[in-house]
């Protein structure tokens, strides 16, 4: 299934799709609501989505496709290859991230890759994967200090300790920034510690144990 808003571009992959033997358009969708509301129908076996659309985005769409249906693979194709929605869309589920500007064959091997269970993303968008992995230091979560903090907490705090503005968590983290607050809040209270500063400093200490 196709979840594309711009019609020219639509109407390409289409034709490029049925080039092939082994690969079948069941159905087009023009936003995030048509694209989830298309799956429930179709049930295909994968999902090529756009990330920018009116209305609901893509990724969006694709949390709530890979929430109710696990089993379908969502490969975004996009223009976007900033860190943010390249991983925003990994946390929501998407198999498989590609440029528009991929060629034909890369697309087509992209497709058949995700729809075999595999993950696929452009040399591009690899090569600044392995980068920010070989760049993170994570924090240790198996420290007594963060043993009370959730998940989600951790990964804020992960944020707070590269120097994230509340503003800039909420922007990479696709939530609101009254919500980052809170986050932060109970960091604190949780940690025993006054400020921000506090936090990074137990975040220092611990990754040099």
């Given at each position: 299934m196709i979840a594309e808003d711009h019609p020219l571009f639509?109407?390409?992959?289409?034709n490029l799709l049925r080039t092939t033997?082994?690969?079948?358009?069941v159905g087009?969708?023009?936003?995030g609501e048509e694209a989830v509301a298309l799956v429930e129908r179709l049930q295909p076996?994968?999902?090529?989505?756009?990330?920018?659309?009116?209305g609901m985005n893509g990724i969006e769409a694709t949390r709530l496709i890979k929430e109710k249906y696990p089993a379908i693979e969502v490969l975004i194709l996009t223009?976007?290859?900033?860190?943010?929605s390249v991983f925003t869309a990994m946390r929501v589920g998407a198999k498989g991230y590609i440029l528009k500007d991929s060629d034909e064959d890369e697309l087509l091997k992209s497709i058949r890759m995700v729809g075999s269970g595999g993950?696929?993303?452009?040399a591009d968008i690899a090569g600044r994967m392995m980068h920010y992995f070989s760049q993170s230091r994570t924090v240790p979560a198996d420290n007594p200090t963060f043993s009370e903090l959730t998940k989600r907490e951790l990964e804020i705090l992960e944020r707070i300790a590269k120097g994230d503005s509340?503003?800039?968590?909420a922007a990479r983290l696709q939530i609101s920034n009254k919500t980052v607050a809170n986050y932060v809040s109970n960091i604190l209270n949780k940690l025993q510690v006054s400020d921000r500063n506090a936090v990074k400093r137990l975040v220092q200490k611990a990754r040099e144990e």
């Open positions: 639509r109407s390409g992959v289409r033997d082994d690969l079948e358009v087009e969708a023009s936003s076996d994968l999902v090529l989505m756009d990330i920018r659309m009116p223009m976007f290859r900033d860190d943010q993950a696929v993303f452009s509340n503003a800039e968590i």
